[in-house]
């Protein structure tokens, strides 16, 4: 017990990380691949969905380094390290999917590294704790 909170912290980065590693592919593939004639990127509905993760990576982002600092100062981060977990694995479960989504058919291929990258991040969810499990402990802590 004395170590889940730094397992559930290291399984927070891991998500965010691989967050912002498929945006970042995303985000290059969309520049580069052509659709009628123009950048997928160009099209106002890739550009909307590029947006909305990126803010979501992004706030995922500062949620984590500040429970680092936290972590690192000896702080007790039990309810806040639950958050993350919960709410950083989800945002990079719908950031994989969403960046899937982008890459066509192409996102399934094993060629390309969104489709083990959406493979690999619905561990996330289940490892060092649920999210279901995590929404209890927030639950008790923000019901009593």
Same mark, same amino acid.
Request: proline share 1%; charged share 25%; glycine share 6%.
């Given at each position: ?12 980065? =891991? @998500?965010?990380?691989? @967050?912002?590693?498929?945006? =970042? ?5 969309? &520049? !580069? ?21 990126? @803010?979501?990576? &992004?706030? =995922? ?45 192409? =996102?399934?291929? !094993?060629?390309?590294?969104? @489709? ?29």
């Amino acid at each position: 017990m004395k170590n889940l909170q730094q397992e559930r912290l290291v399984c927070t980065i =891991g @998500a965010q990380t691989a @967050a912002e590693f498929m945006l =970042g592919e995303t985000i290059r593939y969309c &520049k !580069e691949r052509q659709v009628f004639g123009k950048p997928l990127a160009g099209f106002q509905n890739t550009q909307f969905a590029l947006a909305e993760m990126a @803010a979501e990576v &992004k706030i =995922g982002r500062t949620f984590v380094d500040k429970l680092i600092v936290e972590h690192w100062r000896k702080n007790s981060v039990v309810i806040d390290v639950s958050m993350a977990k919960f709410w950083v694995t989800e945002m990079a479960w719908r950031t994989a999917d969403r960046c899937l989504q982008l890459f066509g058919g192409y =996102g399934y291929c !094993e060629e390309y590294p969104i @489709a083990r990258a959406w493979r690999d991040i619905r561990i996330t969810r289940i490892l060092a704790g649920s999210n279901e499990i995590m929404k209890t402990i927030i639950a008790k802590a923000v019901t009593k």
